[in-house]
């Protein structure tokens, strides 16, 4: 994403929010060439290791595979900012659905550069957040 186009923090989540829900196109938009993305989770282990938009496109389809209709949601808008030059740092809570399965939800943490995700921190529960 050229940085003449401004962005802003609650844009960048719900791209990452299409790119986990299937539209593996975005990543190279989206996601910079040494992204990283953290998970609080047993998961952590195959996980750190990813770098960039391939290998995390890579991981997000197979882990989508066995999970037909899996849909992730953002919970509200971004908390945090970007700049004009699309840097900074934001949180988004977020919900996923799964026919017959019980909604999941989680918090992310991000970084941006430039109008490109560098860095993510994740963690999910196998409950809901209460919405208000």
Do not use: C, K, Y
């Not at 802003?8 to 996601?31: D, H, I, K, V, Y």
């Not at 890579?58 to 699309?86: Q, S």
């Amino acid at each position: 994403m050229p940085t003449t186009d401004r962005v802003t923090a609650s844009q960048l989540g719900l791209r990452w929010t299409e790119f986990w829900n299937g539209a593996m196109e975005l990543g190279p938009n989206l996601l910079s060439p040494d992204f990283r993305i953290r998970f609080a989770s047993p998961t952590r282990e195959l996980t750190d290791a990813l770098r960039g938009p391939v290998e995390v496109a890579a991981f997000i389809e197979e882990f989508r595979a066995p999970r037909p209709g899996l849909r992730f949601i953002m919970d509200g808008d971004a908390a945090g900012e970007v700049d004009a030059a699309g840097s900074g740092t934001f949180a988004l809570r977020w919900r996923s659905r799964q026919p017959g399965q019980a909604d999941h939800s989680g918090i992310d943490m991000f970084e941006a550069t430039a109008g490109r995700l560098t860095r993510v921190w994740s963690v999910g529960g196998a409950s809901t957040f209460a919405v208000d």
